[in-house]
């Protein structure tokens, strides 16, 4: 089954700038779209943001609008999203997925383990 590693999480402070990477451990033939999520403690992982990667489309949650940007090179098979501007409620386990309908969070693949980011004030 498809797997998706995320990396490139870390502690940073308020204001700094942080960018996930998301891969798949092998082949995965073509894909159409696929999504950033965040976990924090007690609360339901939620999507951030997702990008249709045939037409370019992207979609962020209101929170991180203006501030992230998710992007995808098709070359390395690898998703990005690069979070500028952090505050500490962007603190969180986050973890990429591949999307079953590109406009909906559902998605398709397993949950890995995710790459901490942890912002401080």
């Known amino acids: 089954q498809e797997r998706l590693v995320e990396s490139g999480g870390g502690s940073v402070q308020a204001g700094e700038s942080l960018t996930l990477s998301c891969a798949p451990t092998?082949?995965?033939?073509?894909?159409?779209?696929m999504a950033w999520f965040r976990q924090v403690p007690g609360k339901e992982r939620e999507g951030v943001a997702r990008?249709?990667?045939?037409?370019?489309?992207?979609y962020y949650i209101k929170s991180v609008q203006g501030r992230f940007t998710v992007s995808r090179d098709n070359a390395k098979n690898t998703m990005y999203l690069q979070m500028n501007a952090l505050k500490p409620e962007d603190t969180g386990v986050y973890y990429c997925?591949?999307?079953?309908?590109?406009?909906?969070?559902?998605?398709?693949?397993?949950w890995g383990q995710g790459t901490q980011v942890t912002v401080s004030s």
């Open positions: 997925a591949r999307l079953r309908i590109c406009d909906q969070w559902p998605v398709l693949t397993p």
């Open positions: 990008i249709n990667i045939n037409l370019g489309g992207t």
């Open positions: 092998e082949y995965t033939g073509r894909i159409n779209c």
